[in-house]
């Protein structure tokens, strides 16, 4: 089964810093894979997407993500956070051709003035 | 377009008692599921329903149960309430060409508190 871990349960980053949310999976195969952001009592949102291709995945509100086959990684980026990406950001998981998503324990995002 | 809708957005329920949650999923998405949200146990998946049929299960008893209706529309219901099943319930929905195309968009989810 498929599994997703996230290793940093909270991290705090000063506005105008750059930004990187680490995301390791266990699968056997190349899954499907994906970021999330929830703000406080909201559903999630969908920032970026992977399927196959290109490594480098960009998507909205300025993040990206690189998949690294060799690391089982799919870490989210941006180069400069704003303080209204305070939020959780959950990495997820789906087999190929498959809709059983699975999501890493989330990072609580704090940014600082 | 509109998304993904749940309700009701609150729901206060005693122990012992049953419930039902709705899920409208976004026009034209025939895949619906539901996931289970708590701050210990984080985002757990319930199931997932596509043309009225369940087609992928989590690790949940059986007092959780969930149907889908042939427009697509979800419902998920849990009997013999229990203290722990306080949760915010999300509900999400796809296209019928898969995560690959949509992902799965979310609802806003229903709180559901068990006094």
């Known amino acids: 089964a498929q599994s997703v871990t996230q290793p940093d349960i909270h991290i705090t980053v000063s506005e105008g810093a750059s930004l990187e949310l680490r995301c390791n999976y266990s699968?056997?195969?190349?899954?499907?894979l994906f970021w999330y952001v929830q703000s406080p009592g909201q559903g999630l949102q969908l920032l970026l997407k992977y399927f196959s291709g290109d490594t480098l995945v960009q998507g909205i509100k300025g993040f990206e993500a690189e998949f690294k086959r060799s690391q089982s990684s799919f870490n989210l980026r941006k180069p400069s956070v704003h303080w209204s990406d305070a939020a959780e950001y959950f990495c997820a998981v789906a087999p190929y051709n498959n809709n059983d998503m699975r999501f890493g324990a989330g990072t609580r995002l704090t940014v600082k003035p | 377009k509109a998304g993904v809708t749940q309700t009701p957005r609150y729901l206060i329920k005693t122990r012992g008692q049953q419930v039902t949650l709705s899920c409208s999923p976004i026009?034209?998405?025939?895949?619906v599921s539901w996931y289970q949200q708590t701050p210990g146990q984080g985002l757990q998946f319930l199931f997932e329903?596509?043309?009225?049929?369940?087609?992928n299960k989590g690790n949940f008893p059986g007092r959780f149960s969930g149907r889908q209706f042939s427009n697509s529309r979800s419902e998920m219901n849990v009997s013999t309430l229990e203290l722990g099943d306080s949760a915010l319930y999300l509900c999400a929905s796809s296209s019928s060409s898969g995560l690959h195309d949509t992902g799965y968009t979310f609802g806003s989810g229903t709180r559901l508190t068990v006094v």
């Open positions: 329903y596509f043309s009225e049929t369940q087609r």
């Open positions: 699968y056997g195969a190349t899954p499907y």
């Open positions: 026009s034209g998405h025939r895949s």
